[in-house]
């Protein structure tokens, strides 16, 4: 009896890692709960759900015991141990083909992503939907079984070393990458997280996990090879490596330094008191992360390896096993072949027919399942159903029979329900019955769960004998309870480019409350410092900021202020939007130096790129980017979002200096970007009468405003220090003065045709740019004498260059499906069943005779009511209105307006100046007020319109009676003059 129930247990989890495991005779021990399993060896597709074509060449768990105390589950711990797991991994293309292997490797692989994609729907679908109270009950039911679970467990691990070997991707190398963990630990605790027995009636669960030197490594150059050593002597290389590793006696291979770190939870049963359901704390002290360039360069090796086998994997079969030199007769075939597989054969009438066969073959026999329940023999026939057709065929089969389930079929059996659901149910009918009775449930027999017949009954009955309780709760939960909280904490972090640069991270914390009752969440991040230094080796061992912060001397908030901040909440409390977003951000410095940016150049440039190629990319991958985000621009202008925006980010300042780096002998360059502050106003439901346009026009548009001030750029001489200077609106080192920019970009809260969809308006009180013989000689100078990051001095300096290189010709790749375009496809079968059922209850209730009170359901929604604003004000009024009377006469009914950009400078200057000695003076001045230029972009084009009310050049080196200027040329008028 307890060996059918280990036996599930151990198949369920057990089964999908380990080979050939054998748990159907598991002795005497069972009863005794000490079972004991040694040398279990890992099945090749053990590492399936990575999604890369690897394979496990070795792998083994040394040691796995269990200690189950059957008689007393309530208040003594099930104790797992774990010993000596290693795994050895390689790419498939380092043995040829072999039908049957790579057969059940790409099953494996393709059930176990289904799987994914599974589990993903269904989180969303939990955490959308939770409405009815079986759903409820089934999350609190499984809620409550993982913590009694997890209080009654205690978890050892010893010796975890997970190594990838690869001979194949670098031709003459061989690289190898893993990490490796010494131990970890997890044990219940009490309140002040001190080890304590277990207290089965506890209403709070304490769990403290704790693992010690877990590490990373990546050898680009490793002369032991584990994959092709025999039975006994890998394990003996695999603990070598493991204990070199945890020593830290691989700095020169190490990528994560060995670290150690803990791990909070707390789990309440209860929640009558407020208290989070779940919490998890995770903290860690020190982490240091290094990379060198050889390193990187075979990362970028591999990276371009699997990808290429990942889209050449399909074609394995076919591929020969010779070079294309010694019988090219056979690649011909090989191409031939898979020209035919993909692009003909599946487009013939017999294929075609056997697909739609399959297809209907697996449709019904999941919707026997959906409708009569699981059984042994059926999911033998689905798994072979599944094995003949794709990922995309079988999981439109799935979700095709789902809505061919939920019709109803005349002659079906009221009795044919799902267990788990049979068990759901049963329990909501029964309350207050013995589920929820304050009788001890530890009373029942312990042998009571045998006989249930499924693993969710099964571990339902163990829960039942741990002390697990479930509260009769029909309450609705408060919008404002938060019922998970997640915790990351990061003291100091260092990420070091081998003699190049370091990167530290001080006080880095992240939080993520959930609150499932109002479909809200909130992520919280800060950090309290970042810095970024130089790190060259030899003669370069200097240390000069790259990336420096000064919290204390810029920040206004008390404490300890934080040079980042976020907070990003959905459904806040505070404000009625459906998404609120505060950031602050205190000023950086950021130093040029050409050393630095040469080094980074030659770290992260592969050897075998040349420029045109990197120009190319990176221009392509701008247009591919620039297409994303204008359409995700068009998108925010064009459906109205409530969000609350409170930014508040004090841009960096940027310091180049004359030779490369800032020194006492050059002048240099300060380009400071000032702040920028983004607000939002939206607008509110008020019930106010409004009669004007422009009253109207304030109530249909929500409003961002941007504001960019203490924007300069200032040219300094070697004398002259930035500190003396940067508070100053302008001075003679200016090229330009501070500015100051308010741009307020309008969104309408309804889409119109007469009426613009969004309006943007820039107002720039002084734009100014100083000039003269001097600043322009100073700055051809700097110039001239600036150096320009390259590569060419650099790259001799690693002769152990990886000439390898993949390219794949992107016309001929068969594109792979993925989890996004599944779970996309998903929703729309979903949305459209939906739509079908809407749509057949509109049709019965659009008849006369079922909707006697029409006037009941005659109600204006909000946006309908605004609509009908907008259609009793005049275009013209509106235009009027926003005070753009140029458009009126461009508008029409078929040539509406769709967008308005405004843009407006009080006082344009342009300043040129002589030098006269060690000074220079201004003789010039070119200055227009009330520059206004307006866009509106219609239906058929754009109409543009610029007026400028006056223009004056002036002569500053003459005086009138009155002491001004001297206008040589003055062009003003009560009207615009241009």
């Given at each position: 009896?307890?060996?059918?129930?280990?036996?599930?247990?151990?198949?369920?989890?057990?089964?999908?890692?380990?080979?050939?495991?054998?748990?159907?005779?598991?002795?005497?021990?069972?009863?005794?709960?000490?079972?004991?399993?040694?040398?279990?060896?890992?099945?090749?597709?053990?590492?399936?759900?990575?999604?890369?074509?690897?394979?496990?060449?070795?792998?083994?768990?040394g040691k796995l015991s269990l200690k189950i105390p059957w008689t007393s589950l309530s208040t003594s711990p099930v104790v797992v141990s774990v010993?000596?797991?290693?795994?050895?991994?390689?790419?498939?293309?380092?043995?040829?083909?072999?039908?049957?292997?790579?057969?059940?490797?790409?099953?494996?692989?393709?059930?176990?992503?289904?799987?994914?994609?599974?589990?993903?729907?269904?989180?969303?679908?939990?955490?959308?939907?939770?409405?009815?109270?079986?759903?409820?009950?089934?999350?609190?039911?499984?809620?409550?079984?993982?913590?009694?679970?997890?209080?009654?467990?205690?978890?050892?691990?010893?010796?975890?070393?997970?190594?990838?070997?690869?001979?194949?991707?670098?031709?003459?190398?061989?690289?190898?990458?893993?990490?490796?963990?010494?131990?970890?630990?997890?044990?219940?605790?009490?309140?002040?997280?001190?080890?304590?027995?277990?207290?089965?009636?506890?209403?709070?669960?304490?769990?403290?996990?704790?693992?010690?030197?877990?590490?990373?490594?990546?050898?680009?150059?490793?002369?032991?090879?584990?994959?092709?050593?025999?039975?006994?002597?890998?394990?003996?290389?695999?603990?070598?490596?493991?204990?070199?590793?945890?020593?830290?006696?691989?700095?020169?291979?190490?990528?994560?330094?060995?670290?150690?770190?803990?791990?909070?939870?707390?789990?309440?049963?209860?929640?009558?008191?407020?208290?989070?359901?779940?919490?998890?704390?995770?903290?860690?002290?020190?982490?240091?992360?290094?990379?060198?360039?050889?390193?990187?360069?075979?990362?970028?090796?591999?990276?371009?390896?699997?990808?290429?086998?990942?889209?050449?994997?399909?074609?394995?079969?076919?591929?020969?096993?010779?070079?294309?030199?010694?019988?090219?007769?056979?690649?011909?075939?090989?191409?031939?072949?898979?020209?035919?597989?993909?692009?003909?054969?599946?487009?013939?009438?017999?294929?075609?027919?056997?697909?739609?066969?399959?297809?209907?073959?697996?449709?019904?026999?999941?919707?026997?399942?959906?409708?009569?329940?699981?059984?042994?023999?059926?999911?033998?026939?689905?798994?072979?159903?599944?094995?003949?057709?794709?990922?995309?065929?079988?999981?439109?089969g799935r979700e095709q029979a789902k809505i061919q389930a939920k019709k109803v079929v005349p002659n079906e059996s009221p009795k044919t329900k799902n267990k788990l659901r049979s068990m759901v149910s049963g329990m909501l009918a029964e309350r207050k019955s013995a589920w929820t009775s304050t009788t001890n449930i530890t009373s029942k027999s312990v042998f009571g769960f045998l006989s249930a017949t499924s693993i969710e009954l099964q571990l339902l009955e163990i829960c039942k004998a741990m002390g697990c309780s479930f509260e009769n709760d029909e309450t609705i939960k408060p919008k404002e309870y938060i019922e998970h909280v997640f915790n990351f904490s990061l003291h100091n972090c260092q990420i070091k480019l081998r003699s190049i640069l370091k990167w530290s991270i001080i006080n880095f914390n992240v939080c993520i409350e959930t609150r499932p009752s109002a479909v809200a969440y909130t992520v919280a991040a800060r950090t309290e410092s970042i810095n970024i230094e130089t790190n060259f080796s030899g003669s370069r061992n200097e240390k000069t900021n790259i990336l420096s912060s000064n919290n204390l001397l810029h920040s206004t908030d008390t404490g300890w202020p934080n040079v980042f901040k976020l907070v990003f909440d959905k459904n806040p409390l505070t404000s009625p939007t459906d998404f609120?977003?505060?950031?602050?951000?205190?000023?950086?410095?950021?130093?040029?130096h050409e050393e630095v940016f040469s080094d980074l150049?030659?770290?992260?440039?592969?050897?075998?790129?040349?420029?045109?190629?990197?120009?190319?990319?990176?221009?392509?991958?701008?247009?591919?980017?620039?297409?994303?985000?204008?359409?995700?621009?068009?998108?925010?202008?064009?459906?109205?979002?409530?969000?609350?925006?409170?930014?508040?980010?004090?841009?960096?300042?940027?310091?180049?200096?004359?030779?490369?780096?800032?020194?006492?002998?050059?002048?240099?360059?300060?380009?400071?970007?000032?702040?920028?502050?983004?607000e939002s106003a939206m607008v509110t439901n008020d019930s106010s009468q409004v009669s004007s346009p422009e009253e109207i026009h304030e109530k249909m548009f929500d409003r961002f405003l941007f504001t960019f001030s203490g924007m300069q750029i200032v040219h300094l001489p070697s004398a002259v220090q930035w500190a003396s200077v940067c508070e100053e609106p302008s001075s003679e080192y200016h090229l330009v003065p501070k500015t100051k920019m308010n741009l307020t970009l309008s969104t309408s809260i309804f889409q119109v045709q007469d009426f613009p969809a969004w309006k943007l308006d820039a107002f720039i009180k002084c734009a100014k740019l100083n000039l003269s013989d001097s600043k322009l000689s100073a700055i051809i100078d700097f110039l001239r004498d600036l150096p320009l990051p390259s590569r060419s001095?650099?790259?001799?300096?690693?002769?152990?260059?990886?000439?390898?290189?993949?390219?794949?010709d992107k016309r001929w790749i068969i594109p792979n499906i993925g989890k996004l375009e599944l779970l996309y496809l998903e929703s729309q079968l979903a949305e459209q069943d939906q739509t079908q059922r809407k749509t057949d209850n509109t049709q019965m209730t659009?008849?006369?005779?079922?909707?006697?009170?029409?006037?009941?359901?005659?109600?204006?929604?909000?946006?309908?009511?605004?609509?009908?604003?907008?259609?009793?004000?005049?275009?013209?009024?509106?235009?009027?209105?926003?005070?753009?009377?140029?458009?009126?006469?461009?508008?029409?009914?078929?040539?509406?307006?769709?967008?308005?950009?405004?843009?407006?400078?009080?006082?344009?200057?342009?300043?040129f100046d002589r030098a006269s000695g060690e000074s220079s003076k201004s003789y010039l001045y070119l200055q227009a007020k009330d520059f206004n230029f307006d866009i509106g972009l219609m239906e058929h084009g754009p109409a543009i319109q610029m007026a400028i009310h006056s223009v004056k050049l002036s002569d500053r080196q003459s005086r009138t009676v009155c002491g001004h200027d001297v206008d040589l040329i003055s062009i003003t008028g009560p009207n615009e003059v241009i």
């Open positions: 009896m307890f060996n059918t129930f280990l036996t599930n247990i151990l198949n369920s989890y057990l089964g999908e890692v380990v080979e050939d495991l054998d748990v159907d005779n598991l002795g005497v021990g069972a009863l005794n709960g000490d079972v004991l399993l040694i040398d279990l060896k890992l099945r090749p597709d053990a590492l399936s759900f990575l999604e890369l074509p690897i394979e496990v060449v070795h792998g083994s768990i010993q000596d797991v290693y795994v050895v991994a390689a790419p498939l293309n380092h043995r040829p083909y072999k039908p049957e292997k790579d057969e059940k490797l790409d099953r494996t692989r393709k059930r176990r992503f289904l799987q994914k994609v599974e589990g993903i729907s269904v989180i969303k679908k939990v955490a959308t939907s939770q409405n009815s109270k079986e759903e409820k009950l089934k999350t609190e039911l499984w809620e409550t079984m993982v913590a009694t679970f997890m209080n009654n467990i205690q978890l050892q691990i010893e010796r975890v070393h997970v190594r990838y070997e690869d001979r194949e991707s670098i031709p003459g190398l061989t690289v190898s990458a893993g990490f490796c963990l010494h131990s970890l630990v997890a044990e219940t605790t009490n309140s002040k997280w001190k080890e304590t027995q277990i207290n089965g009636k506890a209403k709070t669960i304490y769990k403290l996990i704790r693992f010690n030197k877990f590490s990373v490594y990546w050898n680009s150059r490793d002369k032991v090879q584990v994959g092709g050593q025999g039975n006994t002597n890998w394990r003996l290389a695999m603990r070598d490596i493991l204990e070199t590793a945890i020593q830290g006696n691989n700095k020169d291979h190490a990528i994560l330094i060995p670290l150690c770190g803990r791990m909070k939870i707390m789990m309440n049963r209860s929640v009558a008191d407020g208290s989070p359901r779940l919490l998890f704390d995770y903290v860690l002290k020190d982490m240091k992360i290094q990379i060198g360039k050889p390193q990187y360069h075979a990362m970028m090796a591999v990276q371009s390896a699997l990808k290429f086998l990942e889209l050449s994997r399909m074609h394995r079969k076919y591929r020969p096993c010779y070079k294309v030199l010694e019988r090219p007769k056979s690649w011909w075939k090989y191409a031939f072949n898979c020209i035919k597989v993909h692009f003909i054969t599946p487009y013939t009438w017999p294929s075609i027919k056997q697909h739609r066969n399959s297809y209907r073959n697996l449709v019904s026999l999941w919707e026997k399942r959906i409708r009569v329940g699981k059984s042994s023999s059926l999911k033998l026939q689905i798994k072979e159903a599944e094995s003949l057709l794709d990922a995309t065929s079988v999981m439109l609120k977003l505060e950031v602050k951000m205190l000023p950086l410095q950021i130093s040029y150049l030659d770290f992260f440039f592969l050897p075998q790129m040349d420029c045109l190629e990197v120009t190319w990319g990176f221009i392509f991958q701008g247009y591919k980017y620039g297409l994303q985000f204008s359409k995700f621009i068009q998108n925010c202008l064009t459906s109205r979002v409530l969000c609350d925006l409170n930014i508040d980010l004090q841009n960096p300042c940027i310091q180049v200096g004359q030779y490369g780096k800032t020194t006492a002998n050059g002048s240099n360059l300060i380009v400071d970007c000032g702040r920028l502050k983004v001095k650099n790259m001799q300096k690693y002769s152990g260059k990886i000439t390898c290189h993949w390219k794949m659009d008849l006369p005779w079922l909707n006697p009170n029409p006037e009941l359901n005659d109600t204006k929604s909000p946006e309908s009511s605004a609509n009908s604003i907008a259609t009793d004000l005049d275009i013209k009024q509106y235009c009027r209105a926003i005070d753009l009377p140029g458009f009126e006469d461009n508008i029409s009914p078929g040539n509406p307006m769709r967008a308005v950009i405004q843009i407006c400078i009080t006082d344009v200057g342009l300043v």
